[in-house]
C-alpha cells in the first residue's frame, strides 16, 4: 500500500491556496490571481490566468469575520460557475453547433448559448439544493413536529437526514464516469496544495506522496454548515417554535447566510489549528473528502502543478497563445519560473565565450 505524506505543517513564508477542480482540470487561486488548467484530447495543456480582486480589498468591511464567511459563499457560487463554464471553453466543448432551439434561445434573449446554458443550469442547481436540503429536512421537521416529538429530537433528525442525503448524493454523482474524473482532478488538486505548503519542489512524484484530503477543502466545509446548522436550528426551534411547514422552508433559507458566516469562521480556525482539538474536530470533514476526491494519475497532477505556477508566476513567456489569450504548453516544466526554452538553451550553447 502506498504511503501517504499527511505533514501539512509549512517550512516557507506561503500564502493560503485554493482551488477547485474542473472538467479535465484544475483552477487555482492565490493572492490576486486565479489560473485554470485543462488537458485537451490531444494532450496539450491548455491555462489561462485572471486578475483576481478579493471583495474585502474593494470593501474592507467584507473581510470582517463573520460577514466573510457570508462573501465567500456567494463569491465561490459566482467563481465556481465561472470557472466551469471557462473550462469547458478552453477543452472546446462549447465549439460545437448549436441546435435551433438554442439559436432562437439566444436570439430572443440577446446572449450567447453558452451564457443561457449556464444560467439555466445555475437555476436548476439552485433549486435541486433547496428541494434537497431545505425542502425535504423541513418536512421531516415538521411531520415528527407534528406527530409530538420535542424540539431536541425533531431537530437532530431534521440535521441527520441533511447528512445522509449529502452522502447519498455524493455515492450516487461518483457512479457518473465524468463526474469520478473530476473527483481525481480534485485529489490533484489537493495533492499539489500541500506539496506547495511543505515547501517541496512541485512535482507529480513529490505531489503524489501527499493526502488528497485537505483541511481547508469546500467538503469540509459543507460538513461544517450542516452541523452548525442543527446546532443554531435547535437553539431557535425551542425558543420559536414554526408549525407551518412553507414558514419553515423560508426560514431555513433566512438562517443561510449567518450558518455560512460562522462555518467559515470555524472551518478556518480548524485548518490553521495543529491543536488535538482541532485535529478531532477536523476529522469527519477530512473523511467526507474521501467521497469527492479520488486519487489522480499523474497526468492529472501535472495539470494541478500547472496551476499552481501560473497563479504564482504568471503565463510563461514563451509559450504559444491562442486567439483567445490562453498558453499552450506540451509539459508541465514549461510552466516552471526558472524553465528556460530548449532553443534558448542551444542559442545559449552557440554564443561564443
Not at 437553539?235 to 420559536?240: C, D, H, R, W, Y
Request: with cysteine; aromatic share 8%.
Amino acid at each position: 500500500m502506498k504511503k501517504e505524506n499527511l505533514n501539512n505543517s509549512v517550512s516557507c513564508a506561503v500564502k493560503d491556496m485554493g482551488g477547485q477542480a474542473v472538467m479535465e482540470g484544475v483552477m487555482m487561486r492565490s493572492g490576486n490571481a486565479t489560473a485554470v488548467t485543462v488537458r485537451r484530447p490531444d494532450g496539450t495543456l491548455v491555462t489561462k490566468r485572471t486578475p483576481f480582486v478579493a471583495p474585502k480589498e474593494k470593501h474592507p468591511w467584507m473581510g470582517r469575520p463573520f460577514i466573510r464567511g457570508m462573501v465567500n459563499m456567494v463569491t465561490m457560487l459566482y467563481f465556481g460557475m465561472n470557472t466551469l463554464e471557462a473550462s469547458t471553453q478552453m477543452l472546446g466543448i462549447l465549439d460545437e453547433e448549436p441546435t435551433r432551439f438554442e439559436k432562437w434561445l439566444a436570439k430572443k434573449l440577446g446572449k450567447g448559448v453558452d451564457k443561457i446554458v449556464m444560467g439555466v443550469a445555475i437555476v436548476l442547481a439552485v433549486l435541486l439544493s433547496i428541494g434537497l436540503f431545505m425542502a425535504i429536512p423541513a418536512g421531516v421537521e415538521s411531520a415528527l413536529k407534528s406527530a409530538g416529538m420535542g424540539p431536541l429530537g425533531y431537530t437532530l433528525l431534521g440535521g441527520l437526514v441533511k447528512i445522509l442525503i449529502l452522502v447519498g448524493y455524493m455515492i450516487a454523482v461518483a457512479f457518473v464516469p465524468d463526474v469520478r474524473r473530476t473527483f481525481q482532478y480534485h485529489g490533484a488538486e489537493h495533492k499539489s496544495v500541500h506539496c506547495y505548503e511543505s515547501g517541496l519542489e512541485l512535482t507529480p512524484e513529490n505531489a503524489q506522496t501527499f493526502s488528497r484530503l485537505h483541511p481547508r477543502c469546500g467538503t469540509a466545509f459543507l460538513l461544517i454548515v450542516f452541523s452548525i446548522s442543527i446546532l443554531l436550528f435547535l437553539v431557535l426551534n425551542i425558543l420559536v417554535p414554526i408549525s407551518n411547514y412553507f414558514v419553515r422552508v423560508l426560514f431555513h433559507l433566512a438562517m443561510l447566510p449567518i450558518v455560512a458566516g460562522v462555518s467559515y469562521e470555524v472551518l478556518m480556525g480548524l485548518a490553521h489549528s495543529q491543536s488535538r482539538i482541532a485535529h478531532i474536530l477536523r476529522w469527519p470533514g477530512l473523511q467526507m473528502q474521501r467521497l469527492t476526491t479520488r486519487e489522480p494519475d499523474a497526468s492529472m497532477l501535472e495539470c494541478a502543478i500547472v496551476s499552481v505556477n501560473v497563479v504564482l508566476y504568471g503565463l510563461p513567456a514563451h509559450a504559444e497563445k491562442t486567439p483567445e489569450g490562453w498558453a499552450v504548453l506540451h509539459d508541465y516544466h514549461e510552466s516552471e519560473k526558472d524553465y528556460v526554452p530548449p532553443v534558448a538553451e542551444t542559442e545559449q550553447a552557440e554564443e561564443p565565450a
